[in-house]
């Protein structure tokens, strides 16, 4: 299956980009849909405790997970601002933290499959990398690229 | 890896100069001159940065006096990139599991679209 791109060149940003098989249509329906995001959004490490999520400008959302096997419980927030076709932006922040990112996630089909495209913003580059890795001293995103780089040579 | 050392790990490649040290030396083993001459920067602050490589781990000096290469240690910088790719680890999980959910999506609409050929081919028929 298609593997998932990160990149954290923009020191202020995070980007993902990941191909499923599916279209567009279906795409957006499960992340868009509360009752299919409880299905995936908790991955293999999480359950998702609850899906609250007003679909439309202006609407809010609310995702609650637990750490599996009984772990702590943790939840994101946010607004969605725009809700488009092929174009969701949202601002997101875990909950009782502050500081949010405003998320723009494109959805673009091309034969039956589809190509999304998450653009996180942050307001600094210290929140940025305190969500990469949370613990993680300042300074340490710009060094992500060239460490991978550096990794390679070893 | 403790939380610790990985703080010591990320300040150390938080420079620019630093990484430059650490692929260079990637490439084997160097003096302190023959590392410093790419940059122009005094020996005692070149020295000063290896200084922060060596307290990190990330380098070893070797014990020729007169020399004192200095070598690469790739332990410490493996465990960061295993750290980082720990954000990238969990993100392939979920979408994977996001695979799933649209596995039965398609399955659904596929079975949806028989039912509406079958409906109308029976409409069709007196």
Redesign the interface.
Known sequence: ?S??V?STEIPTEIH?T?T???PRN??M???TTPA?IK???????ADVISVDMDVRPGGRYRYEFAVKGGGPRFAFVGTIREIGPDRVVQTESMEGMPGESINTTTYEEKDGRTIMKVVMVFPSKEMRDQV??T??????G???D??????K?? | MNEILLDTVFAALADPTRRAILARLAAGPASVTELGQPFDMSQPAISKHLKVLENAGLIARGRDAQRRPCQLVASPLRAVDGWIADFRAHWEETYAALDDVLEDLKKEAAAKKKRTKTQRRKGRTP
């Open positions: 299956m593997s998932l990160v993902l990941r499923f098989d599916a279906l795409v329906k499960a992340m299919l299905k995936w959004l908790g991955g293999v490490r990469v890795a613990g993680m001293s300042d300074g340490a710009e060094s992500y060239e460490l991978a780089k550096l990794l040579s070893l």
